[in-house]
């Protein structure tokens, strides 16, 4: 590698271990960071897997190699190679693999019913984590890599899948049966040396190190140091913290500039202190968007990357404040309002902004939260009449529903039939069954009031619709033939999300290549489940600033880029909210924004 080249590179890059791990906030810049570090081992002479474990990854965009559950080489980066493990090809690997295991005798009736068993998104989950396992333990990828670079999916999935190996270890030494949501014949429990595999390599810190990413903002920073107390008691003590996006102003006249330079400034100088007694590098924002392998080797080796120009021709994108959209929203009386998108591109701001709104226009308001991470209660800061916030807590939810499968289903068992239940509840997928039943409880809600729902980022929220249309698969199968003369109607949650006149999914952007491009990649998945998106929302614009920072200009040139993209088709309808010098945070100030 140019020498003058490796003199920029940040601490994480320079002293790597074999796994590295890129976790943190959605937005903060993981798949940039991890990447750029992959190509710059790479660089260095090193061989290296870059593996996504994002269900919502843009590595394809970024890298321009189409992804793949199989390692492909990327070109013009001799010695990198990438990977994503693709939940629902790993998926249907892991059905194919439960069901050879079946007895030779076993019936057509018996393979089905152990196919439809394996149909849900606990399978889903359950086969993601067992690719990353085997590249933990060292299996199921050939090639003798000198480092796996991790790029993660945000926080609370992640936390999710580096929990996993420790909660399913824990589950199997006590059961010597398999784990029944995954049917009686998956062979589970063959998984355990694996799994116990990749629990010792997470827990070397010679071996592995989790570099927490944040941006100089008091929100994401706050996230990172929970995310790392909560992975030091998962036992992973090895942790460097990148603060990425570090803004320096070129112009000290301008306003604009000077204000993001100061919080960003405040944040650094106040970051709590589990994070300030990390090892600490900070990457400076850069005028680009990291796309390509030019802009990505600037990223961290430094250089200058040329940006191509906005187009001149085409249609204006035509936009309303977030005022008008929640006067839209009031006027339909009630219903479900889905605020979805990437991680990190304010869907909090968004969902809990619109919340006030419709109270202020005199409705009453139940505003919760799908994402393990939930920040609402924190955006409102404070209460308003009509306004009642909640969270599916996962922990909680499991919780209730373990306790009321015990109270029905093993109400008239025996004491071993009960401990054999119980056993089998404590299984980490539970989770996902007790939280579709609690989103399920919301959707209904939605039928005579106004629900406002803040979802997880994308590719988390991708598996509850998974869960979604599983279960209504298998309630329109239960009650096929049985509706004709009896009076029965079924209507099941997926069913109230495909009714505009019940569910209106509101798609929040950053008016940046990666956001956008997501964001329209999310659209495409809800309409193939007969969703239709009802508005987008483009944040934290720049555009009407009026900024004249040289930096800030060139990335305005790349806002009016993905502005065109979204007037040309993507949206329906258009909702802007400007860059602020103050993050909106309590009622009063939500409430200004949509006033």
Not at 25 to 30: A, D, Y
Not at 59 to 69: A, C, I, K, Q, Y
Not at 223 to 238: D, I, K, M, P, V
Request: charged share 20%.
């Amino acid at each position: 590698m140019n020498s003058d080249r490796t003199a920029f590179l940040p601490g994480f890059a320079t002293a790597p271990t074999r796994f590295l791990f890129f976790t943190g906030k959605g937005g903060v810049g993981k798949t940039s960071l991890s990447t750029a570090t992959a190509i710059a081992l790479a660089d260095a002479g090193q061989k290296v897997l870059l593996v996504s474990t994002d269900a919502a990854s843009n590595l394809d965009e970024m890298l321009g190699v189409p992804l793949s559950n199989q390692p492909v080489p990327v070109p013009g980066v001799p010695g990198l190679q990438m990977l994503n493990i693709d939940p629902d090809t790993a998926a249907e690997a892991y059905r194919q693999r439960v069901l050879a295991q079946m007895a030779s005798g076993a019936s057509d009736g018996e393979r089905a019913t152990v196919r439809e068993q394996l149909s849900g998104a606990c399978t889903t989950e359950i086969a993601a984590f067992d690719e990353f396992a085997a590249l933990l333990a060292g299996e199921g990828v050939e090639g003798g890599y000198d480092h796996v670079v991790f790029d993660t999916a945000p926080t609370g999935h992640t936390l999710r899948l580096l929990s996993l190996p420790k909660a399913w270890t824990g589950f199997l030494a006590g059961n010597d049966r398999g784990a029944s949501c995954l049917g009686p014949h998956s062979g589970l429990k063959m998984q355990e040396a694996r799994f116990n595999a990749a629990l010792q390599a997470l827990s070397d810190p010679a071996q592995t190190t989790v570099v927490l990413v944040t941006r100089p903002d008091p929100r994401p920073m706050q996230e990172a140091a929970r995310t790392a107390e909560e992975l030091r008691q998962l036992g992973l003590g090895n942790q460097r913290l990148a603060v990425n996006g570090v803004f320096h102003a070129i112009s000290a006249s301008d306003p604009i500039a000077t204000a993001i330079e100061r919080l960003g400034r405040e944040a650094l100088d106040s970051m709590p202190g589990a994070l300030a007694r990390l090892p600490r590098d900070e990457v400076p924002l850069r005028a680009f968007d990291t796309v390509g392998l030019p802009a990505l080797r600037a990223l961290l080796q430094g250089g200058e990357v040329a940006t191509p120009e906005p187009a001149t021709a085409g249609p204006l994108l035509s936009a309303g404040p977030l005022s008008r959209l929640a006067d839209e929203l009031a006027a339909t009386g009630h219903g479900l309002v889905m605020v979805m998108g990437k991680g990190g591109v304010g869907k909090t701001t968004i969902a809990a902004a619109l919340a006030v709104g419709l109270v202020q226009r005199g409705h009453s308001v139940h505003l919760t939260t799908t994402d393990p991470a939930a920040h609402v209660a924190d955006a409102l800061n404070g209460s308003l009449e009509g306004l009642k916030v909640g969270r599916i807590d996962p922990r909680a939810e499991t919780a209730a529903y373990i306790a009321k499968i015990m109270a029905t289903r093993g109400k008239d068992l025996d004491e071993q039939g009960r401990a054999l239940l119980l056993e089998d509840l404590q299984s980490p997928c539970t989770e996902e069954v007790a939280v579709f039943h609690a989103f399920s409880r919301v959707v209904n809600e939605a039928r005579s009031s106004f629900v406002v729902l803040d979802t997880a980022p994308t590719g988390h929220s991708l598996l509850l619709m998974d869960a979604t249309g599983a279960y209504h698969r298998q309630m329109t199968r239960q009650y096929e033939g049985r509706t004709q003369g009896q009076g029965l109607h079924i209507i099941t949650p997926l069913m109230r999300l495909q009714d505009p006149d019940t569910t209106r999914v509101v798609i929040v952007t950053l008016p940046e290549v990666t956001p956008v491009s997501q964001a329209a990649a999310l659209q495409d998945d809800l309409r193939r489940a007969k969703i239709e998106p009802w508005a987008w929302v483009i944040n934290k614009s720049i555009a009407a600033t009026g900024t004249t920072d040289p930096l800030l200009q060139a990335r305005l040139a790349g806002e009016v880029r993905q502005t065109e993209r979204i007037a040309n088709g993507l949206a329906k309808r258009t909702f802007v909210l400007p860059w602020l010098p103050q993050a909106p945070v309590g009622v009063a100030a939500l409430g200004a924004l949509v006033r």
